[in-house]
C-alpha cells in the first residue's frame, strides 16, 4: 500500500469514527463529583473493579483525601471476591504496614491469592517473603520458583531478582551467565 493512500484510508477512518461517535461527544462530560458518587454507588453494590478502583482512588489521594484506612476496606472487599490486584495492594498494605499494623503473614495469605491466579507482581512479592524469611520459612528455592513465574511474564523487578539469586547462589546455583541474562 502507498504512502499518500495510507494517510487518505487513515484520516477517512479517523473521520467515519468521529461521526460514529457523534451523539456521545455531544453530551456534556460527566464531572468528577459525579464519577466519584457513581464508583462509589457501584462499589457499595458489590462491584469489585469499581471497588478496587475505589481503594486506588484513596491510597494515592486521587480525588480524594489520601487514607490508607478507606483504600484497605475497599481493596478487602474487591480481594475477597477474588480480584487479584486488589488481593496484591492488600498484601503490599499488609507487608509495609499501610492502615494496618505489619503482618507478614496476612501479606503472604494475599500475595499467594493473586500469585495463583497469575499476578506477577504477587509472584514476585512471594519471592521477596521468602527470601527474607517474612512470615514464612526462609526459603531461597521457593524464592526462585516464584521469582521465575513472574520473569516469565516479562516482569522486570523479579527478572533483576532471579538475577541476584543466580548471581549470589540463592536457591540455585551460582551461575553469572544466567544471572545476566
Not at 479517523?14 to 458518587?37: D, F, H, N, W, Y
Not at 472487599?77 to 494496618?100: D, F, R, S
Request: charged share 25%; with cysteine; proline share 2%.
Amino acid at each position: 500500500m502507498n504512502q499518500p493512500f495510507r494517510h487518505w484510508a487513515l484520516s477517512i477512518g479517523v473521520a467515519l469514527l468521529a461521526l460514529s461517535m457523534g451523539s456521545s461527544c455531544s453530551r456534556s462530560p460527566q464531572t468528577a463529583a459525579e464519577k466519584l458518587t457513581d464508583l462509589r454507588t457501584r462499589a457499595e453494590k458489590g462491584g469489585a473493579d469499581a471497588q478496587f478502583n475505589l481503594g486506588l482512588m484513596y491510597a494515592n489521594g486521587d480525588g480524594v483525601p489520601k487514607d490508607a484506612g478507606e483504600a484497605l476496606k475497599w481493596y478487602r472487599k474487591a480481594a475477597e471476591q477474588g480480584y487479584a490486584h486488589a488481593q496484591w495492594n492488600l498484601g503490599e498494605m499488609y507487608e509495609k504496614g499501610l492502615g494496618v499494623e505489619k503482618d507478614y503473614a496476612e501479606a503472604v495469605k494475599w500475595f499467594r491469592r493473586a500469585a495463583d491466579q497469575g499476578n506477577a507482581r504477587a509472584q514476585n512479592g512471594l519471592g521477596t517473603v521468602y527470601r527474607n524469611g517474612w512470615g514464612v520459612a526462609n526459603d531461597h528455592v521457593e524464592a526462585v520458583k516464584w521469582y521465575w513465574k513472574a520473569a516469565e511474564q516479562g516482569y522486570a523487578h523479579a527478572q533483576w531478582n532471579l538475577g541476584e539469586m543466580y548471581e549470589k547462589g540463592l536457591g540455585v546455583e551460582k551461575d553469572y551467565v544466567e544471572a545476566v541474562k
